[in-house]
C-alpha cells in the first residue's frame, strides 16, 4: 500500500506563487510516474503535470511556462512549483503516483483571490 500526502496549499492573490509537496510512503522502490492533477468547482478532474523517474514530463497548456514540476526519486517526492498564480488556477490539487496501479492523494486546497 502507497499513501500520498500533500501539503502547501494555501490562499494567496494572484501573481503569487506557492510550491506543492507530495511525499508517498510505504514503498521502497522508486515509483516511475508521479504527477499533480487538479479539479476546480464544476469541472472534472484535469491532468496538471507529470513526471518520471528518467526526467520525463508533461504539462497541461493552461500552465506551461508558470508551473515547474520537480521531483527527488530517492525520497518518492514530487513537487509543483506554481509561479504567476490566476484566479482559474484555483482547485483542489491532487497528487497522483503510478502507471499499472495508481495511487491518490486526499488534496490540498489552492485558491488564488484578491
Known amino acids: 500500500q502507497v499513501q500520498l500526502v500533500e501539503s502547501g496549499g494555501g490562499l494567496v492573490q494572484p501573481g503569487e506563487s506557492l510550491r506543492l509537496s507530495c511525499a508517498a510512503s510505504g514503498r521502497s522502490a522508486t515509483i516511475y510516474l508521479m504527477g499533480w492533477y487538479r479539479q476546480a468547482p464544476g469541472n472534472q478532474r484535469e491532468l496538471v503535470a507529470t513526471?518520471?523517474?528518467?526526467?520525463?514530463?508533461n504539462y497541461a497548456d493552461s500552465v506551461k511556462g508558470r508551473f515547474t514540476i520537480f521531483r527527488d526519486n530517492g525520497k518518492n517526492t514530487v513537487y509543483l512549483q506554481m509561479n504567476s498564480l490566476k484566479p482559474e488556477d484555483t482547485a483542489v490539487y491532487y497528487c497522483?503516483?503510478?502507471?499499472?496501479?495508481?495511487?491518490w492523494g486526499q488534496g490540498t486546497q489552492v485558491t488564488v483571490s484578491s
Open positions: 497522483m503516483a503510478g502507471v499499472i496501479t495508481t495511487w
Open positions: 513526471l518520471t523517474t528518467t526526467g520525463i514530463t
